[in-house]
């Protein structure tokens, strides 16, 4: 069964980090490009990180670049986002999101609050 479930999401207080994990399931998340996106409360899903399917490429949303890097770890077949200097418009669910050609995968999504 194919599967990807976001972990490390929370609350955390403005400056703060968190990391979240996206581990697969039932496919190998190298070979395919990687993607976090974001939620929040009355807006669109927004595209937050890219990672390239080859790994030799990132981009990032303007608001979070700077603070936000998307990695991959292939032996674990899990993906990352390390998010640092967090503030309150950071607060959404994140989602990760494997995509290649017409395989399309969506996480389920993790709360991250950032409040003090």
């Known amino acids: 069964q194919v599967q990807l479930v976001e972990s490390g999401g929370g609350l955390v207080q403005p400056g703060g980090s968190l990391r979240l994990s996206c581990a697969a399931s039932g496919f190998t998340l190298n070979g395919y490009g990687i993607n976090w996106y974001r939620q929040a409360p009355g807006k669109e899903r927004e595209l937050v990180a890219q990672?390239?399917?080859?790994?030799?490429?990132?981009n990032y949303t303007d608001s979070v670049k700077g603070r936000f890097t998307i990695s991959r770890d292939n032996a674990k077949n899990t993906v990352y986002l390390q998010m640092n200097s967090l503030k309150p418009e950071d607060t959404a669910v994140y989602y990760c999101?494997?995509?290649?050609?017409?395989?399309?995968?969506w996480g389920q999504g993790t709360q991250v609050t950032v409040s003090s």
């Open positions: 990672l390239t399917r080859t790994g030799g490429s990132t």
């Open positions: 999101n494997a995509r290649y050609v017409f395989r399309d995968y």
